[in-house]
């Protein structure tokens, strides 16, 4: 059994073997045609055609977005697995939660985009880092909020040096 949610908004209860289907424990009868394994299929369902793509995977938040007809949804998809460990309050995310950025490599701190108190989203600019030459945009890995900035614009760093504290 899965639990499948789209775009953030509708939640659906998928279970079945091969091609029969139940969704929200209600028998679905589909018809499918793989045409790029792994990436791209055609199904037929109550008489409609859709061709469906995978666009992007996100393994680590189980996500895929998913091109139908030329229309674009997020879908995310929890298994048996995922289900018992959120239960049991073990959720996979809880337990990585990165506490700090390091610096890569050694360098020259340009420009730190964040201060202590800041919000932050996975993928933001924290801080830039000149080495060997090249200006390194080091963004953040996880969401959260800054607890402590470490270094300064001018400032030299060592690899591995901490530059920035999450809370």
Known sequence: M???????????EISGKNHAFQVNEQDISLNIETLIPGRS??????????????????????????????????VG????????????????????????????MPGLVLKVMVQE?????????????EAMKMENILKSPTEGIVNKVLVQEGDKTEKNSVLIQFK
């Open 2 to 12: 899965y639990k499948v949610k789209v775009n953030e908004k509708y939640n659906f």
């Open 41 to 74: 299929a055609h199904v037929l369902y109550n008489n409609k055609s859709y061709t469906v793509e995978i666009v992007e995977v996100n393994a680590e938040e189980k996500t895929q977005v998913l091109k139908v007809n030329g229309n674009l949804y997020t």
């Open 77 to 104: 998809i929890e298994d048996k697995y995922d289900l018992l460990l959120k239960k049991l309050g073990m959720e996979m995310n809880s337990g990585h939660k990165v506490q700090e950025i390091k610096a890569p």
């Open 117 to 129: 108190g800041t919000s932050v989203k996975k993928g933001d600019n924290l801080l830039v880092l």
